[in-house]
């Protein structure tokens, strides 16, 4: 098993920053890759960022493209999501998210049902 602890959420005036962190520990060596999903009202959850294990493989939405930057610290298994010139569109809850199952194709990075470990979420709320 895996276990995800996110932090840094919070309120922020449109254009300001945010940088949210997710505390991997227990079975870490069997994970492939993490990412970032988030999920506004009404809406239906949305892959942001992705990182593999190794912190040399990066992927992004289009929407955070330029304004989002995912990152991993190896030595303390987290992975970080520095959100930049936030718009009100990015408020969401953001949910940290792991698969220790193989990523077959880039494809796969993308998409929800690859990864098999999920944090409780953070509330990221951008003030118009």
């Known amino acids: 098993q895996v276990q995800l602890v996110e932090s840094g959420g919070g309120l922020v005036q449109a254009g300001g920053s945010l940088r949210l962190s997710c505390a991997a520990s227990?079975?870490?060596?069997?994970?492939?890759?993490m990412g970032w999903f988030r999920q506004a009202p009404g809406k239906e959850r949305e892959f942001v960022a992705a990182?593999?294990?190794?912190?040399?493989?990066?992927y992004y939405a289009d929407s955070v493209k330029g304004r989002f930057t995912i990152s991993k610290d190896n030595a303390k298994d987290t992975v970080y999501l520095q959100m930049n010139s936030l718009k009100f569109e990015d408020t969401a809850v953001y949910y940290c998210?792991?698969?220790?199952?193989?990523?077959?194709?880039?494809?796969?990075?993308?998409?929800?049902?690859?990864?098999?470990?999920w944090g409780q979420g953070t509330q990221v709320t951008v003030s118009a």
């Open positions: 998210a792991a698969t220790s199952r193989p990523v077959y194709g880039s494809s796969r990075y993308l998409s929800a049902s690859q990864y098999n470990y």
């Open positions: 227990g079975r870490t060596f069997t994970v492939y890759a």
């Open positions: 990182i593999g294990w190794s912190g040399g493989i990066t």
